[in-house]
């Protein structure tokens, strides 16, 4: 009975999961791309990479101002003042900002100082549910967007369990974040990107968009370009690139950052918004294909009526069946982004069109 239970809490869990349709991200131009440095090192370091970024693809300024290294005396993040510089940027650049949390403490102090647009969850976080469980209790009912990155080992039921923590704390606008798995190897890449897996998660969850990480799986420079090309061929929804001006004065994961100019001519030759708008042109061609043919049968069955009012001499115009017809379909206007206007200007050339052809019997 218990088990049952259980069972069919996950069920519904998944299914609000699922239901959601994650509109957040069509506030931005796709493909969303997040850039900026691994770690915020000082208000000249975020200033200067956040204005050499190309803005034309990149909303987003990424930087961790508390960073979970594997072994401690490393840098550990600037705190809490990388938030005066982050404002900084963001009313600089108009970049909306991103960091990473990993304590109910880090949220706090984050919505305290009210820059950060998104919240993204580390990999070692994910790992840990009662990690994820404390973040999500402290962001409770946030509007904020929160990116989950990947559990380190490749489990799937970890890395949906943290959406599911947030979700069910009333954190709704979720996407996922794929920056590869840990293992022994470490050629050609630092994590082992695992496509997939992710491609079992994007058959599960169509709704929530997934972004690619591509330095974290590549851990150098070399392989940034094959992973980038391989995310936008698997439709991913947008990428978190790290880039700092002087990566190899970075202070963290020095070898895998690039320049903000390097970046640019990845996304350049790559150019994923013109695949995107190529498909974006295919589907609006499809529309119209089945619009004239909507149109084409609309007007037969204006000609058979033609041929009814002919036979049996009724007038071809008739102002109060068309009054109706007008009225009927202008309420429809609140219901999709159409205006009245241009329905009524749609109608009024099918109409005429239709006397046309009515007026030939
Ligand atoms: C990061 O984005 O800098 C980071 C620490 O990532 P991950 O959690 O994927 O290791
Ligand atoms: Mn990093």
Request: net charge positive; hydrophobic share 40%; proline share 4%.
């Amino acid at each position: 009975m218990k088990m049952n239970s259980t069972v069919l809490k996950s069920l519904k869990m998944m299914k609000k999961l699922n239901d959601i349709e994650q509109s957040w991200i069509k506030k931005f131009n796709t493909p969303l791309i997040i850039s900026g440095p691994c770690s915020a090192e000082s208000e000249e370091q975020v200033l200067e990479t956040a204005q050499r970024l190309d803005k034309s693809y990149v909303q987003i300024f990424r930087a961790g101002i508390w960073k979970p290294r594997t072994r401690p005396n490393s840098f550990e993040g600037i705190g809490e003042k990388g938030f005066y510089w982050l404002k900084k940027v963001k009313d600089k650049t108009g970049l909306k900002i991103a960091i990473e949390v990993a304590s109910a403490e880090h949220v706090k102090i984050s919505l305290k100082h009210n820059v950060v647009d998104v919240f993204w969850i580390g990999a070692r976080s994910t790992v840990n549910p009662f990690s994820v469980q404390e973040i999500a209790n402290a962001l409770e009912g946030s509007d904020k967007i929160v990116l989950v990155k990947n559990p380190i080992n490749p489990s799937l039921d970890l890395w949906i369990g943290a959406l599911e923590r947030f979700l069910s704390k009333g954190v709704e606008n979720l996407g996922v974040i794929h920056r590869g798995f840990s293992s022994e190897n470490l050629i050609p890449f630092r994590n082992q990107p695992n496509w997939k897996m992710v491609l079992d998660f994007k058959n599960l969850y169509p709704h929530i968009p997934v972004l690619c990480d591509p330095s974290h799986i590549c851990g150098n420079r070399e392989k940034i370009y094959d992973i980038v090309k391989q995310a936008f061929n698997l439709e991913y929804n947008g990428l978190i690139v790290e880039t700092h001006c002087s990566p190899n004065k970075a202070w963290s994961d020095s070898q895998q950052q690039i320049t903000p100019e390097k970046f640019s001519e990845i996304l350049k030759k790559i150019n994923p918004s013109k695949d995107i708008l190529e498909k974006l042109r295919i589907q609006i061609d499809e529309i119209d294909q089945k619009f004239i043919f909507l149109l084409n049968e609309r007007l037969k069955l204006s000609k058979e009526i033609g041929y009814v009012k002919n036979k049996y001499d009724k007038s071809v115009i008739q102002i109060n069946r068309w009054k109706e017809i007008l009225l009927k379909n202008k309420k429809l206007s609140k219901y999709f982004g159409i205006s009245e206007e241009f329905i009524e200007k749609i109608l009024n050339l099918l109409h005429k069109e239709s006397i046309n052809i009515q007026e030939q019997f």
